[in-house]
């Protein structure tokens, strides 16, 4: 089910009025002078620190994972729709550094295109929150990696990070800080206690938010939706570290973490010591973002909105309202040789990101000499099929479905026929292989949307231009920017 289909059929927030009607909501009162705590040891440009004032109007939030080198450019495009919903209302923009995740497998890789070739770092991470994990083991490959990018004066401030979510905070800074973007690492131990509070009050009631979400699940089902949250029997909203990350289960008056139990007193004094070792699920992060940040609205992509849109429950057993939801920008970016070749075959870059070589099938045999013949004959072939079967129909109207059919199987088998030519003709054809692979590289690396691949930070240490595109973009829906 389409998230905007979902928003509708739930009733969900959505759109710039309501954003307008959320500002105004209170945050932690302690949030702005831990912020400025936190941004000035990261030693944030002075437009970020500037920023914060706009947080008594209200924020714009977003998050991602703590990818290396600020993640895949989804990460800028978040970032960019907040920064411009933020721009309108006169709200902060804050961007929700996920450091309490622990799925090192989604930031441990690093891909760039380089020289026409798709080169990947990974780093054998631990499996922690992003939070805990040191960067200093990882600094010099990553600065090996990146070559003479490391000298550039934003990459060698990003590599001074002390932790991998530092790491990305410091890249956001560093790319995108001049805008007045605020990070926010729940992790960090300036803002790790603003969240003391909200978990305290979780720990006093463990089981009523995953009953929420579950109810919202049986409600999205009924609807014809697909709901991503189920929470299991005596599945807890929270993760509790120890020498690994593990879901908390509350039954019988105590919490498990599957290898001991917990009484609520242990788990309350662990959280007074470091407030850092207990961290939401994905089924409550959101409410407590909220709970902390003075959000009005929040910024997400498709598959997050379905998480989001389980959580209403939640937002109601808690006495805050669910912000205006947003869906984030979708972009492709063109280098020169790109550009060349879609305008070359008059190609719609965004057909090939969602078609791929299909896409460029179609727009190569409007260019080869010949093969638009071809078609036009098996068009007019089936055109007296179809003659055929009328007059086959005045003669026996029960053959009326017999010759649809028939015309339906030569359509299709046509169709095959004339795909099998064009591929057999680009197999003898070095340019269009070429032009083929090259538009994969870019447009579809690794068989996944560019957007969900390369960093951004690489377009723009490649293109002094890349991060003015992207502010002129537009704030949602699809954009194309051509760099060089």
Known sequence: MEAQVLAQLLGLP???????????????????????????????????????????QGAVVTG?????????????????????????????????????DHDVEEVRHLHLLLEEEVRTLSLPL?????????????????????????????????LEGETLSEFFARTLLAFLGERGLIPFDPMAPELAPLFQKALERELEDPSSSAQAINQEAERIRALGGKPPLKRKPGATNLFLETDQRRLLFYQDGAFTDGVR????????????TDPSRLTPAAGLRPVFQDLVLPTAGFVVGPNEFRYVAELSG??????????????????????????????????????????????????VKEVLEGFRGL???????????????????????????????????????????????????????????????????????????QERVYPFAMYALRHPEALLKLQEAPISGRATLVLG
Do not use: C, N
């Not at 105004?24 to 620190?49: F, T």
């Not at 703590?66 to 411009?84: D, S, V």
């Not at 939801?325 to 979708?330: D, E, I, K, S, Y």
């Open 14 to 56: 959505q759109g710039e009025e309501v954003l307008k009607e959320r500002l105004g909501r209170e945050g932690h009162p302690q949030l702005s002078s831990a912020l400025a705590a936190y941004l000035k040891r990261l030693q944030a440009p002075w437009e970020v620190l500037g920023a914060l004032e706009a947080l008594g």
């Open 64 to 100: 991602q994972q703590a990818g290396l080198l600020g993640g895949p450019a989804l990460t800028f495009y978040k970032a960019h729709t907040a920064l411009g919903l933020a721009e309108k209302v006169g709200a902060a923009s804050l961007f929700w550094v996920a450091s309490q």
């Open 126 to 158: 631990p499996p922690l929150p992003a939070g805990r994990i040191p960067f200093a083991p990882y600094r010099e490959a990553v600065r090996e990696f990146l070559g003479f990018w490391s000298r550039d004066a934003r990459v060698a401030y990003a």
């Open 261 to 272: 139990r917990y009484g609520k007193k242990e788990l309350l004094e662990i959280l007074r």
């Open 314 to 363: 939640v937002y109601a057993l808690y006495g805050i309202p669910m912000p205006a939801l947003f869906l984030r920008l979708r972009a492709v970016v063109l280098e020169p040789p790109i550009r060349r070749i879609v305008e070359r075959y008059r190609l719609d870059p965004w057909a090939f990101v969602d078609g791929g070589e299909d896409a460029f099938l179609r727009a």
């Open 375 to 449: 078609e036009a004959e098996l068009l007019r072939l089936l055109e007296e099929v179809e003659a055929l079967g009328q007059k086959a129909h005045a003669l026996e109207p029960t053959l009326e479905r017999p010759f649809r059919r028939f015309r339906a199987r030569l359509k299709g088998e046509g169709e095959r026929l004339l795909k099998k030519l064009l591929r057999a003709r680009m197999g003898r054809d070095a340019v269009l292989r070429h032009h083929l692979e090259r538009l994969k590289r870019h447009l579809l690396p690794r068989g996944l949307p």
